[in-house]
T-cell receptor, first 112, second 119 residues
Framework: EDKVVQSPLSLVVHEGDTVTLNCSYE??????LLWYKQEKKAPTFLFML????IEKKSGRLSSILDKKELFSILNITATQTGDSAVYLC????????????FGTGTRLTIIP | GAVVSQHPSRVICKSGTSVKIECRSL??????MFWYRQFPKQSLMLMAT?????????EQGVEKDKFLINHASLTLSTLTVTSAHPEDSSFYIC???????????????FGPGTRLLVL
């Protein structure tokens, strides 16, 4: 059974700090890993990663995948209160299924 | 691009009634849509994969006769919770893949969700 583990489960930091969120996985026939941000409603897409070592970047957010060690990290620099959310990691298995298996998420709280 | 809508956003119903939730891809065609359920402070659990023009594929433990899925067109999938009970109260979210989108074929875009409360 596919498994996605995120850490920490929750994190509280001050505005301006940098945070690193972790996602490790075990999946048969790995295809890709996705990061989502969930505030009060449904998740919004952040990044999709398929290749090791290639950093994806969007503003203050960046992410990288290590397919050898089976993990990914999501970095947020100069955090703002608007970054407060649950960050979800999901993996996609190949083979035509393309289902997402989600981790439990990391709840990030930014204190002004 | 890649906008997914859901309707209604919130519904309250009496036990024993049926509730239909619609999921639409607004600016792309989706041959496959997904239905998830999320309990408070928990992650998303896939319920079923909805395929346009064919039967849905349900995850283990999900009753197909209770959660009816219809994917009648390339932009619309519906989930009907039949004979709803209080334990069906949850946040239901749909998603769709946009093969032509910037995120690639695997990326799912989520609707805003439907909060169901069964009294």
């Amino acid at each position: 059974e596919d498994k996605v583990v995120q850490s920490p489960l929750s994190l509280v930091v001050h505005e301006g700090d940098t945070v690193t969120l972790n996602c490790s996985y075990e999946v048969t026939n790995f295809r890709s890993l996705l990061w989502y941000k969930q505030e009060k409603k449904a998740p919004t897409f952040l990044f999709m990663l398929t290749s090791s070592g290639i950093e994806k970047k969007s503003g203050r957010l960046s992410s990288i995948l290590d397919k050898k060690e089976l993990f990914s990290i999501l970095n947020i620099t100069a955090t703002q209160t608007g970054d407060s959310a649950v960050y979800l990691c999901a993996v996609v298995r190949g083979g035509g299924n393309e289902k997402l298996t989600f981790g439990t998420g990391t709840r990030l709280t930014i204190i002004p | 691009g890649a906008v997914v809508s859901q309707h209604p956003s919130r519904v309250i119903c009496k036990s024993g009634t049926s509730v239909k939730i619609e999921c639409r891809s607004l600016d792309f065609q989706a041959t496959t849509m997904f239905w998830y359920r999320q309990f408070p402070k928990q992650s998303l659990m896939l319920m079923a994969t909805s395929n346009e023009g064919s039967k849905a594929t349900y995850e283990q433990g999900v009753e197909k006769d209770k959660f009816l899925i219809n994917h009648a067109s390339l932009t619309l999938s519906t989930l009907t919770v039949t004979s709803a009970h209080p334990e069906d109260s949850s946040f239901y979210i749909c998603s769709a893949r946009d093969p032509g989108g910037a995120g690639g074929i695997e990326t799912q875009y989520f609707g805003p969700g439907t909060r169901l409360l069964v009294l």
